[in-house]
């Protein structure tokens, strides 16, 4: 297991000590740090799908309103 060295405002330091009194810190930052992590990963994935449907779109024919209505239409049970 590895140490880490954070500098964080006093203010910051104060209110998640208020808010975590008694609990294991170590064990809330460490889940904390999962969250950011898996929010950044979730971040990037949907930046690379955005990227990904702007490419494909780049080489569809643009459709009219009514075209767009039939195909929902058709699409419907």
Known sequence: ???VNFSVPDEVRAAFNKAFAGRNKSAILT???RQAVEQR???QRRAR????LLELR???RP???PQISRAR???RP
């Open 1 to 3: 297991m590895a140490t």
């Open 31 to 33: 889940d904390l740090m």
């Open 41 to 43: 990963q979730r971040a």
């Open 49 to 52: 799908a955005i990227t990904r």
């Open 58 to 60: 780049k080489h569809l």
């Open 63 to 65: 459709m009219s309103a």
């Open 73 to 75: 239409r058709s699409q």
